[in-house]
């Protein structure tokens, strides 16, 4: 197959790329700046530019697009920034593949979708949520429409917590347990829903190639694990104590009310989706994915 890349550079793109290449299929990378290799071509999100060779015979759009949700507190302009570098890629994607007729459209999203679920147990039945992530993350879904209005298979990937050795979560949180600092966010009750790295690369793969999967899928293990434990075996794997906490009142007052919100909810989600499409986790558990990344 020919896939078609957005949001390559970053660390779910970067090991996308390799995981489809190791697979056999041909993939093109969009970039926003002079290309600088055979496999670029450029586009311009905001003015809804693409290279037309870009789309040329192509089987698969992915879009991977979207700025980091750091930590500290969101300003109103990083807030936009955020919700500008979701929608609109995937709006300007989304009429592209509707317009060339490509068959399928593999686009971001994530499991904030859902709000705060507490212990519920989520899957991608449930309902869309409250708070400024739920918000965006619906209407950066909606923002798939022109595509599947035109006949498009559109996936959306709800990816909960990346597990890399290079970046996210664990890039912030593994110093702190390392020198003694580690332990409970707010009352440490809250689930995590997480993914290896290697796996959200797997899942990606698996919703290019397999047609009958559709619609929304959770990317996220299939035994997710309160933020209490979640931190213990970050310890245990770097044989360190975790005996602090930072109470939900203090983080509140820090990072302000959005800016908690991937901190604080609880997502106790499972992949229905992907396990009942057939797809096969590396990492099921989260002492095989520290195991693997850490």
Known sequence: MIVLVAGSSGLLGRALVAELRAHGH?????????????????WNPPAGTIDEEALDDVDAVVNLCGSPMTPGRWSHARKQEMKDSRIEPTEVLAEAVAERGIATMVNASGIDYYGDTGS??????????????AELTTHWEQATQAAERAGARV??????????GHGGMLRYLTPL???????RLGDGTQYVPWISLPDHAAATRFAVEQAAV??????????????TEFVRQLGARLHRPTPWFVPK???????????VEPILNSHNARPKALLDAGFTFRHEHLHQALAAVV
């Open 214 to 227: 559709r619609g929304p899928v959770n990317v996220v293990a299939p035994h997710p694990v309160t933020n």
């Open 177 to 183: 347990v390392r020198f003694g600092l580690g332990g």
């Open 120 to 133: 519920a147990v989520v899957d991608e039945s449930a309902a869309g949520g409250s708070g400024f992530l």
């Open 26 to 42: 041909q993939v093109r990378r969009l970039v926003r700046r002079d290309p600088a290799a055979g496999d670029e071509h450029r």
């Open 155 to 164: 996936v959306r990937l709800r990816t909960g917590v990346v597990l890399s």
């Open 249 to 259: 009142q203090a983080m509140r007052l820090l990072l302000g009310p959005d800016a």
